[in-house]
């Protein structure tokens, strides 16, 4: 079964440090890979995805990720973390364009002065 | 970009009443809606999924009798928790997807139920 899985439940960074939030996928072939961030109470915003090509993907608000298919990983990152960074990332998957999206635990984000 | 509506924002009721949770697709047609439940401090869990005009499909350990999905139109579909008790108590969030794929799909904004 397919499964996604984000090592970190926590990560506390300081304001201006690079960022680094770590997505290990299980799945056979290639699937579509998500990073969406929720802030408190909130709903799903989308900040990128991968179906394929560049394994390198841009997203909002500075956000990039790399896919690494040996790795079977899609860590995302940002330079430079603003304190409004703060929140919850959760990593998804998608194995068959189903729309049926499988979320990692997500990660919580703090950001201090 | 499309967006999903989610309403009531926030429900409150007592353990035994039942609660509709209605999601929109506000600028496209949504062929097919998803049902997610959010536990604190858990992620994303799918219920259901749900296609315009057809019954929806549960996932395994989700009571159809208990959470009614129905998706009458392309822009509407309701969830509605039949004799709510307090372990129902969570964060529902659906996914609206437009004929275009997964290139289509949005989230709303969740809904969360509190049952006394």
């Known amino acids: 079964a397919q499964s996604v899985t984000q090592p970190d439940i926590h990560i506390t960074v300081s304001e201006g440090a690079s960022l680094e939030l770590r997505c290990n996928y299980s799945y056979g072939a290639t699937p579509y890979l998500f990073w969406y961030v929720q802030s408190p109470g909130q709903g799903l915003q989308l900040l990128l995805k991968?179906?394929?090509?560049?394994?390198l993907v841009q997203g909002i608000k500075g956000f990039e990720a790399e896919f690494k298919r040996s790795q079977s990983s899609f860590n995302l990152r940002k330079p430079s973390v603003h304190w409004s960074d703060a929140a919850e990332y959760f990593c998804?998957?998608?194995?068959?364009?189903?729309?049926?999206?499988?979320f990692g635990q997500g990660t919580t984000l703090q950001v201090k002065p | 970009g499309a967006v999903v509506s989610q309403h009531p924002s926030w429900v409150i009721c007592k353990s035994g009443t039942s609660v509709k949770i209605e999601c929109r697709s506000l600028d496209f047609q949504a062929t097919t809606m998803f049902w997610y439940r959010q536990f604190p401090k858990q992620s994303l869990m799918l219920m259901a999924t749900s296609n315009e005009g057809s019954k929806a499909t549960y996932e395994q350990g989700v009571e159809k009798d208990k959470f009614l999905i129905n998706h009458a139109s392309l822009t509407l579909s309701t969830l509605t928790v039949t004799s709510a008790h307090p372990e129902d108590s969570s964060f529902y969030i659906c996914?609206?997807?437009?004929?275009?794929?997964?290139?289509?799909?949005?989230f709303g904004p969740g809904t969360r139920l509190t049952v006394l």
């Open positions: 991968y179906f394929s090509g560049d394994t």
């Open positions: 998804a998957v998608d194995s068959g364009n189903t729309g049926n999206l499988i």
């Open positions: 996914s609206a997807r437009g004929s275009g794929g997964i290139d289509t799909q949005y």
